[in-house]
């Protein structure tokens, strides 16, 4: 959290990076009634503490603890949250359900934060089971601001871990800069790496929270990452998971939110977590409006929320996927991870090209529902070819011909382990082959 927003997008230009993608990410599940990404006994207690609430408003559905929608809180909710239940628990949490902050995981700092601004501990407050921020201009220590700041320093630096927190202001729009984040700690400070879970620089225009990573580059600080479009008013979850083999993953609300195409290098650390808040240095004036930076839980899990279910009848979700090239950023598997928002792309505007995923056996298929990238204004060509062994294919739909801009949807019958789609040509002669996602229909 070194520098604004504006000047992270600048960089990313004058970088030429590629990969950056604001993933659309899977409703979550409705009966992880606090957002975490599992539904486990802290949902159950959500539930138990509304239990029979009736005349549940539409709009807030008993605070989403009326999961089926029918008006009141009842069996069928409770049915539904059993169906759905997860067995992790967190390894570490702070509930924040005291009347003090637990010293025992966080340590207070008082202290300037290097501009006009100081670090009070009397900005620290737990109350109505909530850590509070707060942010002042004020006269303190010879500066003309003051913030809050704590961290698990040298009292719990967990590494490869999913790290989530429940975070709101007060109000939105204000010009707070206030961070839910990570940096490197192994005794002593390591920076970077560090993991914005959850940044946001207030100030005048629309502001919304952004999820970065930022590693090692030759002694060179570089970040990758992803605006998060919410009303960072409401109750948001913000996460992140990582391990050796793969740098940060983000979550908001219990799903994927951001993916940074970062090297795996640059994380191979402990952290330790931070919150803090402040004026932002970057706009605050005179009587700007500086809301309080609340957050319900911090919790920390061996492993990240389980991925959301697919449609039913679709086959492919998730499946082992190949394609003939691949454009930096929109990899592979995003033509068949759920999401809207991520897609694969070839190298180059040449074709023919393909995308191929394996469904790990045999079933008997129906349809295939490709969403393309600028469909709008593109028609793709293409044809769909099956295969048992993945060495004979057959042709199951043949739309070379194809000139109809828009997505497609094809019926056809068919027994096939592999699918194939090859696109032979685009209305757009410099398109690359693209998609957002290949949704196939079959059954066992």
């Known amino acids: 959290m070194k520098r604004s927003t504006f000047g992270k997008k600048f960089l990313w230009v004058s970088l030429g990076w590629a990969a950056l993608t604001w993933v659309g990410?899977?409703?979550?599940?409705?009966?992880?009634?606090?957002?975490?990404?599992?539904?486990?006994?802290?949902?159950?207690?959500?539930?138990?503490?509304?239990?029979?609430?009736?005349?549940?408003?539409?709009?807030?559905?008993?605070?989403?603890?009326?999961?089926?929608?029918?008006?009141?809180?009842?069996?069928?909710?409770?049915?539904?949250?059993?169906?759905?239940?997860?067995?992790?628990?967190?390894?570490?949490?702070?509930?924040?359900?005291?009347?003090?902050?637990?010293?025992?995981?966080?340590?207070?700092?008082?202290?300037?934060?290097?501009?006009?601004?100081?670090?009070?501990?009397?900005?620290?407050?737990?109350?109505?089971?909530?850590?509070?921020?707060?942010?002042?201009?004020?006269?303190?220590?010879?500066?003309?601001w003051t913030g809050g700041y704590i961290d698990t320093e040298s009292k719990y630096n967990p590494q490869y871990k999913y790290l989530v927190a429940r975070i709101r202001h007060s109000f939105e729009n204000s010009y707070i800069w206030a961070t839910w984040w990570t940096v490197g700690w192994n005794g002593s400070l390591i920076w970077p790496p560090e993991f914005d879970i959850c940044e946001f620089q207030g100030g005048p225009g629309e502001r919304t929270p952004g999820q970065w990573y930022h590693?090692?580059?030759?002694?060179?600080?570089?970040?990758?990452?992803?605006?998060?479009?919410?009303?960072e008013s409401r109750w948001h979850t913000y996460g992140v998971y990582w391990n050796e083999n793969t740098p940060p993953v983000f979550y908001m609300n219990g799903v994927v939110s951001c993916r940074p195409a970062g090297p795996v290098s640059g994380a191979l650390f402990p952290?330790?977590?931070?919150?803090?808040?402040?004026?932002?240095?970057?706009?605050r004036v005179s009587g700007c409006p500086l809301a309080v930076f609340e957050v319900d839980y911090v919790r920390v899990y061996d492993n990240p929320p389980p991925l959301p279910p697919a449609p039913p009848g679709v086959v492919s979700r998730y499946k082992p996927a190949f394609a003939s090239s691949v454009q930096p950023g929109n990899e592979i598997a995003y033509a068949n991870d759920g999401s809207l928002n991520t897609r694969w792309a070839a190298d180059s505007a040449s074709y023919p090209q393909w995308w191929k995923v394996d469904l790990g056996a045999v079933y008997s298929l129906s349809r295939a529902d490709i969403f393309w990238y600028n469909s709008a204004s593109r028609a793709y060509r293409y044809r769909i070819e099956v295969s048992t062994d993945d060495a004979v294919y057959t042709t199951a739909v043949n739309r070379t011909s194809?000139?109809?801009?828009?997505?497609?949807?094809?019926?056809?019958?068919?027994?096939?382990?592999?699918?194939?789609?090859?696109?032979?040509?685009?209305?757009?002669?410099s398109g690359f082959a693209s998609m957002y996602e290949a949704n196939i229909y079959g059954s066992k």
């Open 402 to 429: 194809n000139s109809t801009y828009g997505d497609t949807s094809d019926s056809f019958t068919a027994a096939a382990r592999y699918i194939r789609i090859t696109i032979i040509g685009c209305s757009n002669p």
């Open 215 to 231: 590693w090692d580059e030759n002694g060179k600080d570089t970040w990758l990452g992803c605006a998060a479009p919410v009303d």
């Open 25 to 144: 990410f899977a409703q979550p599940n409705p009966a992880d009634l606090d957002s975490d990404g599992f539904v486990n006994w802290f949902d159950l207690t959500f539930l138990a503490e509304r239990w029979l609430a009736a005349n549940c408003a539409a709009a807030s559905r008993c605070e989403g603890a009326d999961i089926d929608g029918n008006g009141q809180v009842d069996l069928a909710d409770f049915s539904i949250l059993a169906r759905s239940w997860s067995t992790e628990l967190p390894v570490w949490a702070d509930e924040f359900s005291g009347t003090s902050l637990d010293l025992q995981k966080w340590t207070v700092y008082n202290k300037a934060d290097g501009t006009d601004c100081w670090y009070a501990p009397k900005n620290i407050e737990v109350s109505n089971g909530c850590l509070k921020i707060y942010s002042f201009e004020e006269l303190y220590n010879g500066r003309r």
């Open 271 to 283: 952290m330790k977590l931070k919150l803090t808040s402040s004026p932002n240095r970057q706009t």
